[in-house]
């Protein structure tokens, strides 16, 4: 069983930034697939972004180019940057690893392991 803890959420005003953390075993060193996660209320839960440990780094259609997800291997912390944030990213965020070093399928279903979230809310 791999523990998984989130910090950093928060309420920000469109336009806003908020970077996300990660903390876990061997989070940092993509020995398996990670992500975050996040889930709007009434929706299910969706893939923001995924770092595998073989293959491209993968964004989810909304986010290109005002997230991005990278990691520090000194500190062990896996990161979400949101920039330009929106009120239709709303929602609580999950980080979350495969038992796998590739990504393949993005199904919630498919991820083994996740922290408890954190709450992102983008408000006018």
């Known amino acids: 069983q791999v523990q998984l803890v989130e910090s950093g959420g928060g309420s920000v005003q469109p336009g806003g930034s908020l970077r996300l953390s990660c903390k876990g075993p061997g989070i940092a060193y993509r020995r398996y697939c990670v992500g975050w996660f996040r889930q709007a209320p009434g929706k299910e839960r969706e893939a923001v972004a995924t770092?595998?440990?073989?293959?491209?780094?993968t964004y989810e259609e909304s986010v290109k180019g005002r997230f991005t997800i990278f990691e520090d291997r000194t500190k062990n912390v896996l990161y979400l940057q949101m920039n330009s944030l929106r009120p239709e990213d709303t929602g609580m965020y999950y980080c979350?690893?495969?038992?796998?070093?590739?990504?393949?399928?993005?199904?919630?279903?498919?991820?083994?392991?996740w922290g408890q979230g954190t709450q992102v809310t983008v408000f006018s």
């Open positions: 770092l595998p440990g073989v293959g491209p780094i």
């Open positions: 979350a690893a495969k038992t796998t070093s590739y990504c393949g399928s993005l199904s919630a279903a498919d991820f083994a392991w």
